[in-house]
């Protein structure tokens, strides 16, 4: 069996388990977003709500907050919802027995809003912990390897591959929580970016397809398979296998539970993958000298 046909099976076995609704295996300052003033991390959506806005510093705070410490937050700025549950004593009126079972707790979804110290005036927060990054060669000379690539931007707050300009554009490789996981994200979108309409024109990339759909699950089925057959390639797919099935089996569960299009996904990934090591040249110039 080759590396495709492994890792292909490996990922139909693991197909089996649980789903996660997305992955994010970056974080846009280095760290989890905290409170500035109780220090606790916040928890669940909130986490990926605030990752979002794009701040350098990890530590939030209320309004109030910011004044309670002789700061204040900078004209125009615009805050983020955190979600929680508050439970709320709930007694039915007409029941004369306090300790009846009308008595109960219901949950009440309730929000407020934070701010990001960089948001703020006279506020003093510790510096977030720098992370490094340690390229890995083999994966380096992956990415060099595809002719005529697309342009590759490593300053975005979030993974995607841009068609109209041809851009790769990823979080810097020191936000995510380990190499192999960055690698297997940019693998990830220079496998979409095969498909443009100037190498493999896949109708997933030239045709605009609407999220959650048939047609975008199966880009991402063979993107997601493409990184896993490169992550493979590069000896990494023992620290992003398990990542890797885990947003595949979500996209499994767009397109109804059938296990089979990771199959026939794999096959489009492979000429992806193809494409980015530069095998079909390679093969040329072989068959040429054989001749």
Known sequence: MNVYEVITARIVDMLENGTVPWRKPWSATGAEPRNLVSGKAYRGLNVFLLSAMGFASPYWLTYRQASGRGGSVKKGSKGCPVIFWKWNE??????????????????????????????????????????????IAECERIVRSIPNGPRIDHHGSQAFYRPSTDTVVTPRPELFDSAPLFYSVLFHELTHSTGHASRLARKGITDAAMFGSHEYSREELIAEMGA???????????????????????WIAVLKGDSRMAVTAAAQAQKAVDLILDRAAHEDIGEAKAA
């Open 90 to 135: 709930r007694r039915d009126v007409a029941s004369e027995q306090p300790d009846s079972d009308a008595d109960r707790r219901a949950p009440i979804l309730r929000y407020y809003t934070v701010f990001n110290v960089e948001q703020c005036d006279g506020i003093e927060a510790p510096a977030p912990t720098a992370r490094t990054f340690e390229p």
């Open 228 to 250: 896993a057959f490169l992550c493979g390639t590069a000896g990494i797919e023992a620290a992003t296998l398990q990542d890797s099935t885990a947003y595949l089996a979500n």
